[in-house]
């Protein structure tokens, strides 16, 4: 599991899928569901700050029927190892968090 600090991973994040934040994809690590910020927001789910947290460690599957799973990081389990973890600069709190999905949505 990779393990990077909070600017690596948002580094990352914006290499991969470019500035904005709500079109960074995730995938979760049960169900293999690819879901973006705006996915959320898309379906009514949530506002676009409250979407822009839950995108990383929720499976929208948890607040939409029939979409993905109901599988959260910060269960029991984890991301079962497929995840990555997030260190905190503040306080260096590790923070399990979803995979980058390797496709775009």
């Known amino acids: 599991m990779i393990k990077q600090t909070l600017e690596e991973w948002r580094n990352e994040a914006i290499e991969r899928f470019g500035e904005s934040a709500r079109e960074w994809a995730f995938q979760c690590p049960k169900c293999g569901n690819v879901q973006t910020a705006l996915d959320f927001v898309e ?8 979407a822009a947290n839950a995108v990383y460690q929720e499976c929208i599957g948890r607040h939409v029927e029939g979409d993905g799973c109901n599988w959260a990081a910060y269960g029991l ?16 709190r590790e923070v399990e968090v979803f995979d980058f999905a390797t496709e775009q949505k």
């Open 77 to 92: 389990f984890g991301t079962f190892g497929k995840g990555r973890i997030v260190i905190a600069p503040d306080d260096g």
């Open 43 to 50: 379906k009514s789910v949530m506002g676009l700050n409250d």
